[in-house]
């Protein structure tokens, strides 16, 4: 009678350390410091909770997910803090780096940043610079007119042939 008491203690103490280093695993640094940062780990998903302060980034590879706790979100993503988990969100499609979903900081290629947004071309009253990828506003000194300069070409040619209208005498 005593035999199988013992037999029963002993592999109920057996799955108890077996749940125990689980949890260790869970919360440590285990599994090769992929749980760094996590509150709840898994060696299938990586972390699923983080600790307060990190983000929690999810990479999606096909129809897989693993997760990981960072202190700042990688690039094209950006980091909402919220009361239950703080997470890591995509930029929009043609930012390439953002403060949130609706106001990029650059923008991906051939787009032009103007006012955290990205554009394939920029708006009106505004100039597009090849080597920022960004459109700036027109300076009023500017002259409007064509690339080509033929606003201006008829500026003068309208001077010389003085076709301006005459103002009536005084």
């Known amino acids: 009678m005593r035999a199988p008491l013992c037999l ?17 695993k869970q919360v440590g640094t285990g599994l090769g410091g992929n749980c760094t940062g996590c509150v709840i780990c898994s060696e299938e998903n990586g972390c699923s909770t983080c600790q307060q302060r990190l983000f929690l980034f999810i990479r999606r590879d096909g129809i897989r997910q693993y997760g990981k706790c960072v202190h700042d979100c990688p690039p094209g993503y950006f980091g909402v803090r919220g009361q239950e988990v703080n997470r890591c969100k995509k930029c929009g499609a043609t930012c390439e780096s953002c403060f949130s979903q609706d106001f990029c900081i650059r923008c991906k290629r051939l787009f032009y940043l103007y006012k955290g947004k990205c554009l394939s071309t920029c708006p009106l009253g505004t100039v597009a610079h090849q080597s920022t990828w960004e459109c700036q506003e027109r300076n009023p000194s500017q002259k409007k007119g064509r690339k ?7 500026r003068k ?4 042939l003085d076709v301006r209208p005459q103002r009536p005498p005084a």
């Open 8 to 24: 029963l203690l002993l592999v109920a103490h057996a799955v108890d350390m077996l749940a125990l280093n689980r949890r260790k």
């Open 148 to 154: 080509d300069g033929r606003l201006r070409r008829d």
């Open 157 to 160: 040619l309208d001077s010389k």
